[in-house]
C-alpha cells in the first residue's frame, strides 16, 4: 500500500513536468490543483497503513568501483506532508498570479517558472540521495535568481538577485563539505549510509549547519531575504511560505539524528535560531515597507524552526512548517492585494483604513496576523507553543529560551503594528476608493489559505504522526509563557501605537539599529568591501608595486646604470693578466664560503 502511496506521488510530479509544457497558466493550475487532490488521498491512506517509510525507484546511475550513485525516492509521512502542504500552497499562489500579474506580457512564462520552483522543492524534500538532495538544492537557487530578477530592468531586482545567489553560494560551501567527506568516507551518496556512519567528524557536521543556514537565512546570511522582496509579491508568498527558505530547515531535520549526537553542534544549532529568531523580531518593529514586515517574520519564525532542532524536536519544527506555510503566503498574497490596489504603494504609514476599501483582504490579514502570534485554536498555536514549551523543558542554554520568548512578545508586536497602520487607523491616502477584489483569482485562494491557517493545526495534531507534539508536565506559568508574552507584546505595542498618534509633535522617523537592520548590510556590502579597496590601492599599488618592488628593479637599474657601465669598463681592459686576477679572486672567495659552511 505505501509503494502505490509512492508511485501515485511519483505520477503527480510527472504530470507537473508535463504541464511545464502546456500552452496555457491556468493548465499549470490545474495540474497542480489534481496533483493536490491525489497527494490529499495518498495522505489519508497512509495514515491508515502501519508502514510510515520506504524507499522506491532504487535507480544506479553510476558505479566506479566500491562507489555507486544512487537515484531513490524517500517516501514518508515528512514527504507525504510537505507534497500536500506545498501544493495546495502553490495551487493558490498561482491562481493569484493569475490576478497580480494579469498586465504582466510574460504571466505564461511567470506560471512555469513557479511550477519549475515547486518541482525543484519536490525533488528536495523526497530525495533519497544526497545527488538528488543536490539536485533539488541547486535547483530552487536557480529559480529563486530567475524569479526575483523577473523585472529585470530594476536595478534592486538585479541586485537583490545577485544577493540570494551569493549568500547561498556561502552556503553552499557546507553542502559541498558533505559532499566530499561523504565521497572519501562513505560507498555511495545514500542517507541511510551516512546515518548508519561512525566517526562523524564536527566539520561535516558544520558544513550541514553552513547549508542550513545560508539557505534559510539565518543570522550572518540574512540580508537576501528581505531584499528579495524586489521581486513579484506571488514570488515572494511561495519563496517564504514552502520552497526555497524551509530547504534549509528541512536539511537539518533530516540530519537531525546526527546533529544530536554532538554536543556542539547541537547547541550551535540552537543558539543560531535563537538569536536569528530575536535580531529579525526586531529590525520587523521599525520597518514600513509591508512586504519587508512580513519578510524579517519569516526570518524570525525560521530562526525559531532552527531552534527546535537544536532543542530536539524536529517534529516541531516540521509542524511549524507545514502550518507557517498557509498564513504566510496568506499574509503575501493579503499585501499584494493592498499593493496592486494602490498602485504600487507598499508603505504602511500611507495606508490606513483599508478595511473600508478592501474588506475580505482585511479579514484576512487579521487571520494571517493572529495564527502569526499564535492566537489560541489558530494554526501557528498548535505549532508555535509547543516549541515554546519544548524550549522551557529542555535542557539547553537558559538565555536561548529567554530570548525566545522576547522575540514572541516582538512578533506580537510587529504584527499589531502592521495591523494597525493598514487597517485599523484612520485613512492616510490622497484618495480613497474600494479596491478591486476579484473573486475567482483573489478572494476565493485567500478564503482557502484562511480556512487553512484555521483547522490544519487541529487536524495536524489530531490525526498526522509523527508530527504529533509530545504532551509535556509542565507547571501553569510555563503553560502558558508563550500566551502571556503574546499579549503584552501586543498590548504594549497597541498602546504605543495610539501614543505615537496622539501627540502632538511631529515624529521623525529615525534610522537606527533596527531600521537599519542592524548596520550589517552597510558594514557588509560597503564599509568591508571600500576599507580592502583602500588597503590593496595604498599597501599593495603605492608601497609594493610602485614603492620598494619598482625602486628596486626597473628604476633601480636605470638610476645606477652609470655606476654599472663605469664598473664594467674597469674590467674590460683587454690584459689577459686582469681577466686572470679576477678569476683568482672569485674562486678564492668561493672557497672561503664552502670552507666557511
Known sequence: MVELCGMLSLLCLTILVLALFTKSEVDIAKAIKLSFYTNLVVMGVMLMVD??????????WIKVGNYSLVFSFRYDMYTCCFFVVALYVTWNILVFSLYYMATDPRVKMFCKYLAMFLIAMLLLTSAESLFQLLIGWE??????????????????????????????????????????????????WSLPALYQSEGLSTFMLFGVVLAAAGKSAQLGLHPWLPAAMEGPTPVSSLLHSST????????LIRFNSLILVNFYIQGAVFLLGSMTTLFSAFCALSQNDMKKVVAFSTASQLGLMVTAVGAGVPQLAFLHICMHAFFKAMLFMCSGGYIHGLQNEQDIRKMGSLVQASP?????????????????????????????????????????????LIATMFTAGYSSRL???????????????????????????????????????????????????????????????????????????????????????????????????????????????????????????????????????????????????????????????????????????????????
Open 51 to 60: 508502514e510510515s517509510e520506504m524507499l522506491f525507484l532504487k535507480w544506479e
Open 139 to 188: 535547483g530552487v537557487g536557480i529559480m529563486s535568481y530567475l524569479l526575483i530578477s523577473w523585472w529585470y530592468s530594476r536595478s534592486d531586482a538585479n541586485t537583490a538577485a545577485l544577493q540570494a545567489i551569493f549568500y547561498n553560494r556561502v552556503g553552499d560551501i557546507g553542502l559541498i563539505i558533505v559532499l566530499v567527506w561523504s565521497l572519501f568516507t562513505l560507498t555511495d
Open 244 to 251: 526555497m527558505v524551509v530547504a534549509g530547515v528541512f536539511l
Open 360 to 404: 475580505v483582504v482585511s479579514v484576512c490579514l487579521l487571520i494571517g496576523s493572529s495564527a502569526l502570534m499564535g492566537a489560541p485554536f489558530l494554526s501557528g498555536f498548535f505549532s508555535k507553543d509547543p516549541i515554546i514549551e519544548a524550549i522551557n523543558m529542555s535542557s539547553m542554554n537558559s538565555w536561548g529560551i529567554s530570548i525566545v
Open 419 to 597: 495591523f494597525y497602520y493598514s487597517v485599523g487607523s484612520q485613512n492616510r491616502m490622497m484618495a480613497f476608493q474600494p479596491l478591486k477584489e476579484d473573486y475567482k483569482t483573489l478572494i476565493k485562494p485567500l478564503q482557502r489559505l484562511g480556512y487553512g491557517s484555521i483547522v490544519t493545526g487541529i487536524v495536524f495534531v489530531s490525526f498526522v504522526s509523527p508530527i504529533t507534539p509530545s504532551v509535556l508536565s509542565l507547571p501553569l506559568n510555563l503553560k502558558v509563557a508563550a500566551i502571556a508574552v503574546t499579549l503584552v507584546g501586543g498590548v504594549v505595542a497597541w498602546d504605543t501605537i495610539q501614543l505615537f498618534h496622539k501627540s502632538s509633535k511631529v515624529i521623525v522617523p529615525y534610522l537606527g539599529f533596527g531600521a537599519q537592520v542592524g548596520y550589517y548590510s552597510s558594514l557588509v556590502h560597503f564599509t568591508v568591501p571600500s576599507g580592502w579597496l583602500n588597503l590593496g590601492e595604498t599597501i599593495q599599488m603605492k608601497v609594493l608595486d610602485r614603492g620598494w618592488i619598482e625602486q628596486a628593479l626597473p628604476q633601480g637599474i636605470s638610476s645606477n646604470s652609470k655606476l654599472l657601465s663605469e664598473l664594467v669598463g674597469l674590467t674590460q681592459t683587454s690584459l689577459i693578466k686582469m681577466y686572470v686576477g679576477l678569476i683568482l679572486l672569485i674562486l678564492s672567495v668561493i672557497l672561503l664560503v664552502l670552507l666557511y659552511l
